[in-house]
């Protein structure tokens, strides 16, 4: 996955569970980032991180969490009050203070059953 | 706000024809713009990108152009293969505060016919 593996490649969540969705990279990247693909649409940003210990909310961030404890690894949670959290869920990451183009994870689909 | 607007939104070509993609940005901060490949099911790859201080850049059959003064860029691929169909994202992204911003496109889906 060139670097940065996401775990697993599908996941179904029951009504009202919370459910973790992995993300590791062993590309020295500082910072982070989740996003959600739709069916037929784009990119939208949930969360992002620049260094550990610090994420901030990107443009759809209500229903879901996440830590940032390691450089290496950027968890998301997608929490029950995520009303429709049945998407495509992409981790990514570049190095912090170079612009350059993201690498990303392989993703996670997520289904509610 | 930001954003990014990206035509059309499907694109079919005969395989040997050239496609055209097309964004226009609004943020005239923004100085990198990278395009990403998105194969079915897959996740995105960048295939090329243009920094601000340049107008034009190539690789093989692709080439991106920037236009700073009317804030739009291209992706150009010419001699079209049915592999090159996918979903291609552009992307615009500025130095932000401890990093930098990136808003995407809405993508375009391309279609190669044999």
């Known amino acids: 996955d060139g670097g940065i593996t996401q775990s697993p490649k599908y996941l179904f969540r029951k009504e009202g569970q919370n459910v973790t969705l992995s993300c590791e990279q062993n590309?020295?990247?500082?910072?982070m980032y989740w996003y959600r693909q739709d069916p037929g649409q784009g990119l939208r940003l949930i969360y992002y991180?620049?260094?550990?210990?610090?994420?901030q909310k990107g443009d759809i961030a209500e229903g879901y969490s996440v830590s940032r404890e390691k450089k290496e690894s950027f968890p998301l949670t997608v929490t029950s009050a995520q009303k429709n959290p049945t998407a495509f869920y992409l981790c990514?990451?570049?190095?912090?203070?170079?612009?350059?183009?993201?690498?990303f994870g392989s993703g996670t689909r997520l289904t509610v059953v | 706000g930001e954003n990014v607007e990206q035509h059309p939104s499907t694109l079919s070509v005969q395989e040997g024809d050239s496609a055209v993609i097309k964004c226009t940005y609004s943020?005239?901060?923004?100085?990198?713009f990278p395009w990403y490949k998105q194969e079915l099911g897959k996740r995105p790859q960048l295939i090329i990108d243009i920094r601000s201080n340049v107008g034009e850049k190539k690789d093989q059959r692709i080439a991106v152009t920037l236009n700073k003064t009317a804030k739009h860029f291209s992706l150009h691929i010419t001699e079209t293969q049915p592999e090159d169909s996918a979903v291609y994202f552009c992307?615009?992204?500025?130095?932000?505060?401890?990093?930098?911003?990136?808003?995407f496109g809405a993508g375009t889906r391309l279609f190669v016919k044999a």
């Open positions: 991180s620049q260094i550990v210990n610090d994420f």
């Open positions: 943020d005239s901060a923004s100085n990198y």
């Open positions: 590309l020295n990247h500082d910072a």
């Open positions: 990514a990451s570049t190095p912090r203070t170079v612009t350059y183009g993201y690498t």
């Open positions: 992307a615009a992204s500025r130095v932000n505060t401890g990093g930098f911003k990136t808003i």
